[in-house]
């Protein structure tokens, strides 16, 4: 069984940052395949950026680049999403998800297996 808690949501201005966390209650955390979603009401829920198992490699949401930077400390059998240059629209409650298969950086909500219960962020104008 796989448990997983998000943190560090908050409410931030334009141009502000946030970092959240998931800590992950798994054996062999440096073996899951690790990504962060968002959703807001009324929409799908969409891929955010993915990070491999090692940590090694990730990818990222066009709309994101530049800005969010994906993370894991295996060690701490965490995950992280430092975003900077927020803005209005990325308002959203933000979700970790695992799995233990071999993913490929995918950033499709059927990949995943596991969920977390979300950290909601809010950037105002």
């Known amino acids: 069984q796989v448990q997983l808690v998000e943190s560090g949501g908050g409410s931030v201005q334009t141009g502000g940052s946030l970092r959240l966390s998931c800590a992950a209650s798994v054996i062999a955390f440096r073996d899951y395949c690790m990504a962060w979603f968002r959703q807001t009401p009324g929409k799908e829920r969409e891929g955010v950026a993915a990070?491999?198992?090692?940590?090694?490699?990730?990818s990222y949401a066009d709309s994101v680049k530049g800005r969010f930077t994906i993370s894991r400390d295996n060690a701490k059998n965490t995950l992280y999403l430092q975003m900077n240059s927020l803005k209005p629209e990325d308002t959203a409650m933000y979700f970790c998800?695992?799995?233990?298969?071999?993913?490929?950086?995918?950033?499709?909500?059927?990949?995943?297996?596991?969920w977390g219960q979300g950290t909601q962020v809010t950037v105002s104008s």
């Open positions: 990070i491999s198992p090692g940590g090694h490699s990730t």
């Open positions: 998800a695992a799995d233990a298969i071999p993913c490929g950086l995918s950033m499709r909500v059927n990949t995943y297996h596991y």
